[in-house]
T-cell receptor
Framework: DVKVTQSSRYLVKRTGEKVFLECVQD?????MFWYRQDPGLGLRLIYF???????EKGDIPEGYSVSREKKERFSLILESASTNQTSMYLC???????????FGPGTRLTVL | GENVEQHPSTLSVQEGDSAVIKCTYS??????FPWYKQELGKRPQLIID?????GEKKDQRIAVTLNKTAKHFSLHITETQPEDSAVYFC???????????FGDGTTLTVKP
């Protein structure tokens, strides 16, 4: 079974803090994704990566950056957290863009 | 880029009835159409998918149909059960796009 794990299930941070969310997959998938999920807004793509050190902006990249130094790990960085970044963050991976995405359990981030 | 519209946003049915959720897409080059189910508090998981060379696919009580000419695809759930209650997301992607585009989700409630 594909396993996608995220570093934290719940996280509370202060405004202005730098926040790291980490995602690890164990199936040698090429593609990895970061989404945020807010009530009524579906899954919004923040960034994605199709190879090590490669990254592409999604639909809502403002205020975020990412890092993919190793194939199995994709990190989401909030350089200076703001209250409007309070949300559920979901990581996913897939073999290619036309294959099933496997999601992690999510990190619920609260920025105070 | 690709645009995916999903309808309805909410759907309520009686146990045993059928449920149909429809999605339209804009990119005629899209060739992979998955459906994900997200139960409350859990991660989205694939329930069925279809590729553009197939018109219909069934898996027990779940089926997906694809109309490439009209650029729409639908999820059909027969003999609904309370455990089918969840949010359902459709998605579309094409080779070399790097990502999928998701619909906004449909909240299905099955009343016992």
């Amino acid at each position: 079974d594909v396993k996608v794990t995220q570093s934290s299930r719940y996280l509370v941070k202060r405004t202005g803090e730098k926040v790291f969310l980490e995602c690890v997959q164990d199936m040698d998938h090429e593609n990895m994704f970061w989404y945020r999920q807010d009530p009524g807004l579906g899954l919004r793509l923040i960034y994605f990566s199709y190879d090590v050190k490669m990254k592409e902006k999604g639909d809502i990249p403002e205020g975020y950056s990412v890092s993919r130094e190793k194939k199995e790990r994709f990190s989401l960085i909030l350089e200076s957290a703001s209250t409007n970044q309070t949300s559920m963050y979901l990581c996913a991976s897939s073999l290619t863009e036309t294959d099933t995405q496997y999601f992690g359990p999510g990190t619920r981030l609260t920025v105070l | 880029g690709e645009n995916v519209e999903q309808h309805p946003s909410t759907l309520s049915v009686q146990e045993g009835d059928s449920a149909v959720i429809k999605c339209t897409y804009s990119d005629s080059a899209s060739n992979y159409f998955p459906w994900y189910k997200q139960e409350l508090g859990k991660r989205p998981q694939l329930i069925i998918d279809i590729r553009s060379n197939v018109g219909e696919k069934k898996d027990q009580r779940i089926a997906v149909t694809l109309n490439k000419t009209a650029k729409h695809f639908s999820l059909h759930i027969t003999e609904t059960q309370p455990e089918d209650s969840a949010v359902y997301f459709c998605a579309a992607s094409r080779t070399n796009a790097g990502k999928s585009t998701f619909g906004d989700g449909t909240t299905l409630t099955v009343k016992p």
